[in-house]
Nanobody, 115 residues
């Protein structure tokens, strides 16, 4: 079955960096677009970044220039490098993919930015 397992979250000071990883299994990673979403308390889940099978990327305006999404098809893993973190980046970050039948989500990893 499809599994998405996030790691790399934690507590970081404002201005710091974190690198999230999402290890995947159960599907053909190289032919799936992948995304990172986040959800802060009381807010809706929002798209942070997305990467296509060809490596094209798009980002939420709030993270452009600070976050970078990448993928390693040999490792079936997608990454999110987060720099210049601020308190508004505090959220649970989720890995996402989909096929023509449904969406798949990981359990999420908590990112907390202290000011």
């Amino acid at each position: 079955q499809v599994q998405l397992v996030e790691s790399g979250g934690g507590l970081v000071q404002a201005g710091g960096s974190l690198r999230l990883s999402c290890a995947t299994s159960g599907f053909i990673f190289s032919i799936n677009a992948m995304g990172w979403y986040r959800q802060a308390p009381g807010l809706q889940r929002e798209l942070v970044a997305r990467i296509t099978t060809g490596g094209s990327t798009n980002y939420a305006d709030s993270v452009k220039g600070r976050f970078t999404i990448s993928r390693d098809n040999a490792k079936n893993t997608v990454y999110l490098q987060m720099n210049s973190l601020n308190s508004e980046d505090t959220a649970v970050y989720y890995c996402h993919t989909r096929n023509k039948w449904r969406d798949y989500w990981g359990r999420g990893t908590q990112v907390t930015v202290s000011s």
